[in-house]
């Protein structure tokens, strides 16, 4: 201020909008209220007003410092899902008002041959979504806050009728499955998959399975999850995988276990 009674805002904060989220601050598995800042909105990015967030089990480990890379206070989240609230002058796949989402990370170098081949996950200089630092040099927080601003090539478009909250877990879990079925070429009709563990990834794989018209058939070491396995989500057989005696005979047979 003119008079020196206030300071006046750095030309950092300037360039900065405050946004709201949940941090864990030590490996207590405690999550508490976390005021921090994204940049503002650049010529080729997006700003998403988040309206769910999935929970990864990658989350987990972040907020518990199990991997020993966790910088605090962390905000976890990469199964972002929002409405588009701003876009750059640049940005050409979306308009206010979209259905977006975020997934792992939220920029690459752009330039280097995994980026080139759209293998942005195998750049060197990938930042991902959280935990990471970020190209103007500050951390990176994922979404378990109130708001996300990433580059338009980083936000993943959400069909209208897609529901935003069932959807986010398909940003990291079902991506991961996805992409291996799809490279090799499990996505048609005439497949047989197995599914080892119906977890977070496995369930999803299953849904993708019965989608591409494949048999399926979920290798577990839990006889419990053998009703969920087959009756909700649809798998044509359940293999439990303690027992020698079923793995054995499936292992003879070739053919899908019945259930
Ligand atoms: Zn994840
Ligand atoms: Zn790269």
């Given amino acids: ?19 709201f989220g ?3 601050r030590d490996t207590s598995g405690v999550l508490s209220p976390f005021t921090f800042s994204r940049r503002k909105n650049g010529e080729n990015d997006v700003t998403i007003k988040i309206l769910y967030c999935g929970i990864c089990h990658s989350d987990l480990h972040s907020v518990k410092n199990e991997w020993q890379n966790s910088v605090y206070p ?6 972002i899902v929002g409405v588009v609230t701003e876009v750059g002058g640049k940005v050409d796949r979306f308009k206010v008002g979209d259905h977006a989402g975020v997934g792992c990370m939220v920029n690459s170098c ?3 041959h995994e980026c080139a081949g759209h293998h942005e996950n195998h750049c060197p200089g990938m930042i991902l979504t959280y935990n990471s630092t970020d190209v103007d040099g500050t951390v990176t927080y994922g979404g378990y806050s109130d708001s996300v601003v990433v580059e338009e090539h980083f936000a993943v478009r ?13 940003l990291c879990a079902g991506i991961t499955v996805y992409s ?8 048609v009709p005439g497949k047989h998959i197995g599914v080892v563990g119906l977890g977070g990834l496995g369930h999803v794989a299953v849904k993708f399975g019965k989608a591409f ?22 798998a044509d057989a359940f293999l439990v995988s303690k027992d020698p005696d079923e793995m054995k005979a499936a292992w003879r047979l070739g053919e899908p276990w019945t259930a």
Avoid: Y
Avoid at 74 to 79: A, C, K, L, Y
Avoid at 214 to 233: D, F, G, H, Y
């Fill in 22 to 24: 949940w941090a864990a």
């Fill in 180 to 187: 291996p079925m799809k490279r090799f070429g499990f996505d």
């Fill in 158 to 170: 959400f069909p209208a009728g897609m529901p935003v909250d069932r959807g986010a877990p398909l």
């Fill in 213 to 234: 018209g494949a048999k399926v058939t979920v290798i577990s070491t839990s006889p419990s999850k053998r009703q969920e396995a087959v009756e909700r989500l649809g």
């Fill in 110 to 112: 752009r330039s280097c």
């Fill in 74 to 79: 962390i905000v976890p989240g990469h199964e």
């Fill in 1 to 19: 201020m003119e008079n020196g009674n206030n300071a006046a805002a750095s030309p950092e904060e300037v360039r900065r909008s405050p946004a």
